[in-house]
């Protein structure tokens, strides 16, 4: 089974790409839905970040993400405790979700994480695919998607890596300028066609 690495900065269409893997009978393995689900599973890991960082979940068992940001972020060392705690748990969880679909029997599996490359996770993976979109075209996606300001989603897309950054770590990238779905979709199932 072919592991691939699926990174990218938001709105630049991973969820278009992913859809073709799936298509081809790929796994996906969303490293965010994996740490949330965890934050709410896992003993261990609340047992961790509440040694570490105190009281950061509710009464009703939900991690307060608000009060945690308010620790670490503006703290380097704070943050690097919290990555070096959670992506312990989430790399073990994806290594078991791996196992689980190459043993189902698919051909491949994307692994889908924005900081694929920075948490050491891309080093797992056979390759890795960066799916990159103009500035612009991210703006109005984030906007149409999550509801939010022009500002805001201008602020979120500023603050991620720029593209210089993926092009220089991923040894596949999609570019998806956002004129044409098909043609994207396209691109990106040759792509995993070769890679597979």
């Given at each position: 089974m072919k592991v691939i690495g699926i990174t990218g900065p938001t709105g630049a269409g991973k969820t278009t790409a992913?859809?073709?893997?799936?298509q081809l009978g790929g796994a996906v393995i969303d490293a965010d839905r994996v740490y949330h689900e965890l934050t709410r599973s896992s003993p261990a890991l609340r047992q961790e970040l509440e040694g570490r960082f105190g009281p950061v979940y509710t009464p009703e068992g939900e991690l307060d993400r608000k009060k945690l940001g308010g620790l670490v972020f503006g703290d380097p060392a704070a943050?690097?405790?919290?990555?070096?705690?959670?992506?312990?748990?989430?790399l073990a969880e994806i290594d078991r979700r791996l196992a689980q679909a190459e043993k189902a029997g698919h051909p491949a599996a994307a692994v889908d994480a924005i900081a694929l490359i920075e948490s050491g996770l891309a080093r797992r993976c056979h390759t890795v695919v960066a799916v990159l979109a103009p500035a612009e075209?991210?703006?109005?996606?984030i906007m149409a998607r999550e509801g939010i300001s022009e500002d805001y989603a201008r602020a979120r897309v500023d603050a991620q890596k720029g593209e210089d950054f993926f092009r220089a770590h991923c040894p596949?990238?999609?570019?998806?300028?956002?004129?044409?779905?098909?043609a994207f979709a396209d691109r990106a199932r040759s792509l995993?066609?070769?890679?597979?």
């Open positions: 992913l859809n073709v893997l799936e943050l690097e405790d919290l990555n070096a705690i959670t992506h312990r748990y989430v075209v991210r703006v109005r996606r596949h990238i999609l570019v998806n300028d956002g004129e044409d779905p098909a995993f066609i070769q890679i597979i």
